[in-house]
């Protein structure tokens, strides 16, 4: 008989689905810095998060029984119980300010979303079924510094540890135990000898060969303080650790101390969030680009060891100084910014679960570690699947589908091989496919069923049958607008019906004149929070007056300061952070009036009155978002080896991945997710945990095997949508489906399911959306040669608009809104702009963009030389505008001519030096060894005399004999 062993659901975590999602990175490039200055930090340098994902309560259990905090004859719920307050750290409040991460990944996040469905729909229209191909030839290779440090009160080679305290136990751990873990080639010597998954190996697999995990471990070093100053937990800071980030900030610090320049620049190579804009991920930013901590104890989510809740628990987070991101090191111009800390007795699925975060992965469990946990458990590694193996954590399962399809549009290569498979490419009689184990990327290991976006129920218009909506989320920047011109007479006053339910002073909505934040009837002037001014936050329901169920307020602006102002623009924002938060801000019959007399009005029931950027035009619904079953075939092969040691049934896996959820906090929502397995076994086993419950979550042919409490185990080949697979007595285990009339059965199934055969059937409808008054277009500046800043203007739809720029160059895309890109060479470049609204609606505009880059000036020229007298001819190429010349000829002298002459004084050799500038300046130089040599004399030639031979025979004998007589005088 088989057990699964307890896993904790999780927790606010270093990644938490709840802060992370709900607005996807793509492949392409985000088009503006990321925003990195945090809001409201008040100890983002000291504590730091839990993960809770990596929680093993049997091992927090056998501690504190081991320390005597428990005892061995307590009951069960005793034992229960301490565990619990053992863990509470996870579950407790994390303070909004220090969840700063948030704000990189979901920005990267919601690009891929957005690029996603736009890529969809175009392929909707091209094909009925559609085979995505992975970029195989593209190889991502990181680099990690991982780095070893102990402490004075636990050193590395005395830490106290025996066989029993962990199944990770070595008689010692030098670094080469660590460079193997993570870098080796060709596996990792376990405890018992055994040949154990490493990092690197893992990534290889998930990838299809196409993700090099490499790098270098420093150490051991030891910290400055007892362990208790870094890992002790803060009551004044939900317990956090105290100073975590204080000890990465000492580990690096040593690590770098002995590196020369070029070894410590190889860890620079990344630009992750795109701080300076550019689109290139693949460039240094002056951060290590992966840090990875490892210290001497037992983490605290296993229990802490010896050091017990003094230990450090595991978790990814990031270093600030005050409200800076990072820390420069001292003497080295590199910072520290981003990092992950794992226990001294790691084995591959921590490591990998935590450098899943260092990529941008979130966490896929419950991170309110409450309840019984979201319909994830081991099929993930970004879940319970980090703790799979014979010995925990050895054998790490696979990526989610969600998680995968992330990287695969981040970082390319074999990460899936997906193919897309249509409603409407189903037919009468059906559609047979074949599918392959998750685990071979060579074949189709993936399959997509876009869904019909679902409207949900919202609240009702003022009057009419339409109003405008914010749109709710995390990390939201949406607007709208319109332009007036307002009349010289006064006063000047706006009016509209609004509610609003947002988080108070972090969340937010402003109206602007002309880009100018003013003052209206219900704004706040300031807040504690951030710097905004006169702000909408709040509850519209806490102000008397409000009427009926949804609390409209009449909100009024003066306008008068603005009174003869030609073309003025009227916006609302709505600003949100990156947690908590409720539906947002709505408004309806805007009016402006001067006096008595509506000058303008607004009741949302004309399409095109008002620019929408975020904003959408709704009735009594608002529109969901993307959303789609995803199918893989699991197995017991490669990596997924892991799932037999948590009795996880092979066989076809469905997901549903629905976007119009924001995290896997099934206590909170049950029933729903952004991720989440169909469980195709509907009966429970026992009152378990959904980590239980989802063991036979597989579609197969073949029988399960036992399992205790289990009393259900034919095989279930056939999916039904009209089925429910919502676990009504276990709610938080299931998931509500929609039903459209989709069925999948499973055909055939190869003995190891390497290979399985699916038939789908749709018995629904397909309505194609109505026709749309979707406009759009654009408008591009460029005031950096090479660097085009875009700007899309939008009009019609129902707004909620999502945006894919092609910028015509080798594939570089954006879902900005208003991007700029930099082109590497000149040339005339095909843009197309594709904007999608919230129902599906997507229209595409294009324009031509040339680019005229600087071409810098190559120098050159030749010579000829005449005895001492040389002529150049410049053939200098390229460089922008006029030129200039500078010739230095070797002797003293120089000449600003193009071409000159120059005449040496003496015959010899001489460095010509040829230097031009370009009217930007630019220089180029061209040097050449030049020889010059004097004009040769020759004697003039004597002519004899034409008075007879005779003469002229003895004159020329006559002055041979005084040439002879000489000589010998000379010789005496």
Request: proline fraction near 4%.
């Given at each position: 008989m088989k057990s699964v062993k307890s896993i904790g659901a999780g927790s606010l975590a270093s990644l938490s689905l709840s802060l992370i999602l709900g607005i996807s990175a793509s492949s392409s490039a985000l088009a503006k810095p990321i925003d990195i200055t945090p809001v409201n930090l008040?100890?983002?340098?000291?504590?730091?998060?839990?993960?809770?994902?990596?929680?093993?309560?049997?091992?927090?259990?056998?501690?504190?029984?081991?320390?005597?905090?428990?005892?061995?004859?307590?009951?069960?719920?005793?034992?229960?119980?301490?565990?619990e307050q053992f863990t509470h750290r996870a579950t407790s409040f994390q303070s909004k300010g220090r969840l700063v991460e948030a704000q990189f990944e979901k920005s990267r996040i919601?690009?891929?979303?957005?690029?996603?469905?736009?890529?969809?729909?175009?392929?909707?229209?091209?094909?009925?079924?559609?085979?995505?191909?992975?970029?195989?030839?593209?190889?991502?290779?990181?680099?990690?510094?991982?780095?070893?440090?102990?402490?004075?009160?636990?050193?590395?080679?005395?830490?106290?540890?025996?066989a029993s305290d962990t199944a990770m136990f070595y008689p010692n751990y030098p670094v080469t135990h660590y460079n193997d873990l993570m870098f080796s080639t060709t596996g990792f010597t376990g405890p018992q000898g055994q040949s154990l998954m490493t990092g690197y190996q893992y990534y290889q697999a998930e990838s299809g060969q196409r993700f090099e995990f490499t790098g270098d471990v420093k150490g051991w070093f030891t910290a400055a303080n007892n362990a208790a100053f870094y890992g002790g937990n803060d009551a004044d800071n939900n317990d956090d650790d105290k100073a975590v980030p204080e000890l990465v900030k000492e580990a690096v610090i040593k690590a770098v101390a002995g590196m020369s320049e070029s070894e410590l620049a190889s860890y620079d190579v990344e630009d992750p969030f795109d701080l300076d804009g550019d689109g290139n991920f693949d460039e240094a930013d002056g951060d290590i680009d992966h840090v990875m901590l490892f210290h001497s104890s037992i983490g605290e989510e296993a229990g802490g060891g010896v050091l017990a809740d003094d230990a450090i628990w595991s978790h990814r987070f990031f270093v600030y100084t005050g409200n800076t991101p990072g820390y420069s090191i001292p003497g080295k111009n590199i910072r520290v910014f981003g990092y992950t800390v794992q226990p001294i007795d790691a084995a591959a699925g921590v490591v990998v679960h935590e450098f899943g975060h260092d990529l941008g992965l979130p966490d896929e469990y419950d991170t309110t570690n409450t309840g019984d946990g979201s319909p994830v458990g081991s099929w993930s590694v970004m879940s319970g699947g980090s703790w799979t193996g014979a010995i925990a954590g050895t054998v790490p399962t696979g990526f989610s589908p969600y998680a995968r399809s992330y990287l695969q549009d981040r970082y390319k290569g074999r990460w899936i091989n997906e193919q897309e498979v249509l409603l409407s490419s189903i037919g009468s009689s059906g559609l047979d496919v074949v599918i392959n184990e998750a685990v071979n990327h060579s074949l189709v290991n993936q399959l997509s069923i876009p869904l019909p976006a679902a409207t949900i129920p919202f609240k009702q218009p003022y009057g009419g049958s339409y109003q405008y909506y914010s749109g709710q989320g995390h990390l939201i920047n949406?607007?709208?607008?319109?332009?007036?011109?307002?009349?010289?007479?006064?006063?000047?006053?706006?009016?509209?019906?609004?509610?609003?339910?947002?988080?108070?002073?972090?969340?937010?909505?402003?109206?602007?004149?002309?880009?100018?934040?003013?003052a209206g009837n219900h704004t706040k002037a300031s807040n504690t929070i951030n710097t905004a001014r006169d702000i909408i936050t709040g509850d519209s329901g806490d102000i008397v007056g409000a009427e009926g169920l949804n609390n409209w307020v009449d909100l009024e602006y003066d306008l008068t300061a603005y009174a003869?102002?030609?073309?003025?623009?009227?916006?609302?924002?709505?600003?949100?952070?990156?947690?908590?938060?409720?539906?947002?801000?709505?408004?309806?019959?805007?009016?402006?009036?001067?006096?008595?007399?509506?000058?303008?009005?607004?009741?949302?029931?004309?399409v095109n009155t008002m620019v929408l950027n975020g904003f959408s035009r709704i009735d009594d619904e608002r529109p969901g978002a993307s959303r789609r079953y995803i199918v893989q075939l699991r197995s017991h092969n490669g990596v997924d080896a892991g799932l037999d040691s948590h009795s996880y049934e092979p066989g076809v896996l469905m997901w549903l991945e629905n976007f119009s959820n924001t995290d896997n906090n099934s206590s909170t929502h049950p029933g729903t997710g952004l991720i989440g397995v169909i469980d195709a076994d509907q009966n429970l086993i026992g009152s378990?945990?959904?980590?239980?419950?989802?063991?036979?979550?597989?579609?197969?042919?073949?029988?399960?095997?036992?399992?205790?409490?289990?009393?259900?185990?034919?095989?279930?080949?056939?999916?039904?949508?009209?089925?429910?697979?919502?676990?009504?007595?276990?709610?938080?285990?299931?998931?509500?489906?929609?039903?459209?009339?989709?069925?999948?059965?499973?055909?055939?199934?190869?003995?190891?399911?390497?290979?399985?055969?699916?038939?789908?059937?749709?018995?629904?409808?397909?309505?194609?959306?109505?026709?749309?008054?979707?406009?759009?277009?654009?408008?591009?500046?460029?005031?950096?040669?090479?660097?085009?800043?875009?700007?899309?203007?939008?009009?019609?739809?129902?707004?909620?608009?999502?945006?894919?720029?092609?910028?015509?160059?080798?594939?570089?895309?954006?879902?900005?809104?208003?991007?700029?890109?930099?082109?590497?060479d000149s040339g005339s470049y095909l843009v197309t702009l594709t904007v999608t609204d919230g129902q599906g609606a997507s229209v595409e505009s294009t324009q031509a963009v040339t680019v005229d880059l600087p071409v810098a000036p190559i120098a050159g020229f030749t010579f000829v030389t005449s005895d001492l007298d040389v002529t150049f001819t410049d053939t200098t190429t390229g460089g922008e505008g006029a030129m200039t010349y500078l010739w230095n000829f070797g002797d003293g002298?120089?000449?600003?001519?193009?071409?000159?002459?120059?005449?040496?004084?003496?015959?010899?050799?001489?460095?010509?030096?040829?230097?031009?500038?370009?009217?930007?300046?630019?220089?180029?130089?061209?040097?050449?060894?030049?020889?010059?040599?004097a004009a040769v004399v020759t004697p003039p030639v004597v002519t004899p005399s034409s008075g007879g031979s005779g003469g002229g025979s003895l004159g020329w004998l006559s002055?041979?004999?005084?040439?002879?007589?000489?000589?010998?005088?000379?010789?005496?």
């Amino acid at each position: 008989m088989k057990s699964v062993k307890s896993i904790g659901a999780g927790s606010l975590a270093s990644l938490s689905l709840s802060l992370i999602l709900g607005i996807s990175a793509s492949s392409s490039a985000l088009a503006k810095p990321i925003d990195i200055t945090p809001v409201n930090l008040s100890a983002l340098d000291s504590g730091t998060l839990a993960d809770a994902g990596v929680i093993n309560k049997e091992r927090i259990l056998y501690w504190l029984i081991k320390r005597g905090e428990v005892s061995p004859s307590a009951s069960d719920a005793e034992k229960q119980a301490a565990v619990e307050q053992f863990t509470h750290r996870a579950t407790s409040f994390q303070s909004k300010g220090r969840l700063v991460e948030a704000q990189f990944e979901k920005s990267r996040i919601k690009s891929l979303i957005q690029s996603k469905q736009l890529k969809r729909n175009s392929i909707a229209k091209m094909d009925n079924m559609v085979g995505t191909l992975a970029d195989a030839d593209i190889t991502k290779t990181v680099k990690v510094l991982g780095i070893l440090i102990d402490f004075p009160d636990l050193p590395f080679d005395d830490n106290r540890l025996s066989a029993s305290d962990t199944a990770m136990f070595y008689p010692n751990y030098p670094v080469t135990h660590y460079n193997d873990l993570m870098f080796s080639t060709t596996g990792f010597t376990g405890p018992q000898g055994q040949s154990l998954m490493t990092g690197y190996q893992y990534y290889q697999a998930e990838s299809g060969q196409r993700f090099e995990f490499t790098g270098d471990v420093k150490g051991w070093f030891t910290a400055a303080n007892n362990a208790a100053f870094y890992g002790g937990n803060d009551a004044d800071n939900n317990d956090d650790d105290k100073a975590v980030p204080e000890l990465v900030k000492e580990a690096v610090i040593k690590a770098v101390a002995g590196m020369s320049e070029s070894e410590l620049a190889s860890y620079d190579v990344e630009d992750p969030f795109d701080l300076d804009g550019d689109g290139n991920f693949d460039e240094a930013d002056g951060d290590i680009d992966h840090v990875m901590l490892f210290h001497s104890s037992i983490g605290e989510e296993a229990g802490g060891g010896v050091l017990a809740d003094d230990a450090i628990w595991s978790h990814r987070f990031f270093v600030y100084t005050g409200n800076t991101p990072g820390y420069s090191i001292p003497g080295k111009n590199i910072r520290v910014f981003g990092y992950t800390v794992q226990p001294i007795d790691a084995a591959a699925g921590v490591v990998v679960h935590e450098f899943g975060h260092d990529l941008g992965l979130p966490d896929e469990y419950d991170t309110t570690n409450t309840g019984d946990g979201s319909p994830v458990g081991s099929w993930s590694v970004m879940s319970g699947g980090s703790w799979t193996g014979a010995i925990a954590g050895t054998v790490p399962t696979g990526f989610s589908p969600y998680a995968r399809s992330y990287l695969q549009d981040r970082y390319k290569g074999r990460w899936i091989n997906e193919q897309e498979v249509l409603l409407s490419s189903i037919g009468s009689s059906g559609l047979d496919v074949v599918i392959n184990e998750a685990v071979n990327h060579s074949l189709v290991n993936q399959l997509s069923i876009p869904l019909p976006a679902a409207t949900i129920p919202f609240k009702q218009p003022y009057g009419g049958s339409y109003q405008y909506y914010s749109g709710q989320g995390h990390l939201i920047n949406n607007a709208l607008s319109f332009d007036i011109d307002l009349p010289s007479s006064t006063p000047l006053t706006l009016t509209m019906k609004a509610h609003w339910n947002i988080e108070l002073d972090y969340d937010y909505a402003q109206l602007m004149v002309d880009g100018v934040v003013i003052a209206g009837n219900h704004t706040k002037a300031s807040n504690t929070i951030n710097t905004a001014r006169d702000i909408i936050t709040g509850d519209s329901g806490d102000i008397v007056g409000a009427e009926g169920l949804n609390n409209w307020v009449d909100l009024e602006y003066d306008l008068t300061a603005y009174a003869g102002r030609a073309n003025t623009q009227i916006s609302i924002i709505y600003k949100t952070d990156q947690a908590a938060g409720d539906y947002g801000f709505v408004f309806d019959n805007l009016q402006i009036s001067n006096g008595t007399t509506v000058i303008h009005s607004d009741d949302a029931e004309t399409v095109n009155t008002m620019v929408l950027n975020g904003f959408s035009r709704i009735d009594d619904e608002r529109p969901g978002a993307s959303r789609r079953y995803i199918v893989q075939l699991r197995s017991h092969n490669g990596v997924d080896a892991g799932l037999d040691s948590h009795s996880y049934e092979p066989g076809v896996l469905m997901w549903l991945e629905n976007f119009s959820n924001t995290d896997n906090n099934s206590s909170t929502h049950p029933g729903t997710g952004l991720i989440g397995v169909i469980d195709a076994d509907q009966n429970l086993i026992g009152s378990n945990s959904t980590s239980t419950q989802v063991r036979d979550a597989s579609f197969s042919m073949f029988n399960q095997s036992s399992y205790f409490e289990d009393n259900h185990l034919s095989s279930v080949s056939m999916f039904d949508d009209s089925q429910d697979y919502s676990a009504p007595t276990q709610p938080q285990s299931g998931i509500i489906l929609p039903e459209l009339g989709l069925t999948m059965e499973v055909l055939a199934q190869s003995s190891d399911s390497s290979t399985a055969t699916v038939r789908f059937n749709f018995a629904g409808t397909t309505t194609p959306p109505p026709a749309s008054d979707l406009t759009s277009s654009f408008s591009f500046s460029q005031e950096v040669i090479g660097t085009v800043s875009f700007v899309a203007t939008v009009s019609g739809g129902n707004g909620n608009y999502s945006y894919l720029w092609n910028f015509g160059d080798n594939g570089a895309t954006s879902a900005e809104e208003a991007p700029t890109y930099t082109y590497q060479d000149s040339g005339s470049y095909l843009v197309t702009l594709t904007v999608t609204d919230g129902q599906g609606a997507s229209v595409e505009s294009t324009q031509a963009v040339t680019v005229d880059l600087p071409v810098a000036p190559i120098a050159g020229f030749t010579f000829v030389t005449s005895d001492l007298d040389v002529t150049f001819t410049d053939t200098t190429t390229g460089g922008e505008g006029a030129m200039t010349y500078l010739w230095n000829f070797g002797d003293g002298q120089s000449s600003t001519a193009q071409s000159p002459t120059h005449t040496y004084a003496a015959a010899g050799s001489y460095t010509v030096i040829m230097t031009v500038t370009d009217s930007l300046g630019i220089e180029s130089n061209r040097s050449t060894s030049i020889t010059v040599t004097a004009a040769v004399v020759t004697p003039p030639v004597v002519t004899p005399s034409s008075g007879g031979s005779g003469g002229g025979s003895l004159g020329w004998l006559s002055l041979s004999l005084l040439a002879l007589l000489g000589f010998r005088r000379s010789n005496r």
